[in-house]
């Protein structure tokens, strides 16, 4: 098993804990019925079938990172995804499609990618978790998201018992979504990427990240650039896992921006009159995706706003709320999640939604 997602720490544990709070980046979570962790697809899909004949309840874990898991835990077999494994399935003279195994830490391919000269992922440098969790939510930032690279994806269907390859066109990627968000049908087993081959990052079209890298919007730099100063950006914001900083024992961020239509939008720009224009970003088909870091400071609840058990908005990044004690309950967390909520809403008439996947637990 892996040595970089959650394990159990002391020597008087069984290497598979059933507290899922070991495998959570909140640090949170009650016991399940069982853990196996799979090191490889095979092991992987035995696990799956064996619950499944058990009829036993699934959950497929792997970097716990976007994960709430309520304080009674999981009833079921939470299976581990723990497989590692990258290589190389097609090259021609301007691309590398690299097929990677669903457990193969994240951020270790991007480091990959980029000491190899392969663009398309740099910004997605930091992001803590699985590779095979990347399609689950599309997952993005600064400007890049997976689906832009992602050519399919390998699953094993529960429905039907067999494995299957799911082309990019057929997986309902959206912003923070996929066909396979909220949906235990489909495990993830290995990713396919298509990458340019460049010493350049794609254009960078995120202005922060601009600004930082001192160039305009739409320009190239250095791959190796790229991923530096996102990994400063992110550190900066308590956005990379750092087991010394209670900031970020996190989901990252806990609600999506909300994705409002122009007659939501201008309500909503009504509402805040008095206090300024709601940063938004225009996406197709007349919508406006708003800032919910904004909403929520607005609101009144700041960075370093407190929960109940040392629950607390991050003091570095209003978008995500901590287990800073590193005692609390979920209980405590989802109750401050509930009053950011309910106050936002109260405040603009916005309803904001959790990015992370809620189990046995509800905001
Ligand atoms: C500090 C911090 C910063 C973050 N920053 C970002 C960010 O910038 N952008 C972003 O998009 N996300 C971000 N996240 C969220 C999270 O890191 C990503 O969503 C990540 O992809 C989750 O990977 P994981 O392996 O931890 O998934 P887990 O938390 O283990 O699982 C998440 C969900 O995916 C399912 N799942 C996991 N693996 C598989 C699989 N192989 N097959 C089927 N289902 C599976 C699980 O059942 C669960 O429903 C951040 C999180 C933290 C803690």
New binding site residues.
């Given amino acids: 098993m892996s040595d970089v997602y959650a394990q159990p720490t002391t020597g008087t544990e069984p290497a598979t804990t059933t507290e899922l709070a070991r495998y959570t980046?909140l640090r949170l979570g009650g016991p399940a019925g069982r853990v196996v962790a799979g090191t490889d697809a095979d092991e992987i899909v035995r696990a799956v079938r064996d619950a499944a004949g058990r009829d036993e309840q699934i959950?497929?874990?792997?970097?716990?990172?976007?994960?709430v898991i309520g304080d009674a835990g999981f009833p079921g077999t939470v299976v581990l995804?723990r497989s590692r494994g990258l290589r190389v399935v097609a090259e021609d003279a301007d691309t590398v499609t690299v097929r990677v195994e669903?457990g193969e830490p994240?951020d270790d391919l991007v480091a990959t990618t980029v000491a190899n000269g392969w663009s398309g992922l740099e910004c997605l440098s930091g992001?803590?978790?699985?590779t095979?969790?990347?399609p689950?939510?599309n997952?993005?930032?600064y400007g890049q998201e997976v689906a832009e690279t992602i050519t399919g994806v390998h699953v094993h269907d529960r429905v039907g018992n067999a494995n299957r390859w799911i082309a990019a066109a057929d997986c309902g990627f959206a912003y923070?979504s996929s066909v396979?968000k909220h949906a235990?049908r489909?495990?993830?087993l290995s990713v396919d990427f298509r990458l340019a081959r460049s010493p350049l990052s794609g254009p960078v079209r995120y202005a922060e990240l601009a600004r930082a890298l001192g160039v305009r919007v739409g320009d190239r730099v250095p791959l190796a650039d790229a991923r530096a100063t996102v990994l400063r950006l992110r550190a900066g914001k308590?956005?990379?896992?750092d087991a010394a900083d209670p900031d970020?024992r996190?989901?990252?961020?806990f609600f999506t921006n909300p994705v409002l239509d122009t007659a939501a939008y201008e309500l909503l720009r009504a509402r805040a009159a008095d206090i300024g224009e709601p940063p938004g970003w225009p996406g197709a088909g007349d919508v406006v995706k708003v800032s919910a870091a904004w909403l929520i400071d607005k609101a009144g609840f700041g960075k370093g706003h407190p929960g109940p058990q040392g629950v607390a908005i991050s003091s570095k990044h209003t978008l995500a709320l901590t287990n800073r004690s590193g005692t609390a309950s979920t209980a405590a967390l989802v109750e401050l999640a509930r009053e950011i909520r309910d106050g936002v809403h109260r405040r603009f008439g916005v309803t904001l939604h959790p990015e992370p996947?809620l189990v046995n637990c509800a905001i």
């Fill in positions: 980046t959950l497929i874990l792997a970097g716990g990172s976007n994960v995804v669903a994240w992001i803590p978790g699985s095979g969790a990347t689950i939510q997952v993005g930032a923070r396979f235990d489909r495990i993830v308590g956005m990379v896992l970020t996190s989901v990252g961020s996947v």
